[in-house]
């Protein structure tokens, strides 16, 4: 998906997922295993995206917010 958004020239920013706010600790804490795993995919991706690029192609801003909305 990101080699064609990055085919349309366009600016883009490839977002990490915040975590949740549950009123249950619990729940919050259960929900942490699937969040970074997520996250890391997320990450992971846009990193290989931007490894294939040369100087001359469009490159993509990665914003990490897994951590702000706490």
Do not use: W
């Amino acid at each position: 998906m990101l080699e064609h958004v990055q085919s349309l020239r366009i600016p883009t920013t490839v977002c990490t997922m915040y975590r949740p706010n549950f009123e249950n600790p619990q729940q919050k804490e259960m929900s942490e295993p699937g969040l970074a795993a997520l996250n890391d995919v997320i990450i992971t991706e846009a990193i290989k995206v931007n490894k294939t690029l040369s100087i001359k192609t469009f490159s993509f801003d990665l914003l990490l917010v897994r951590y702000s909305c706490d």
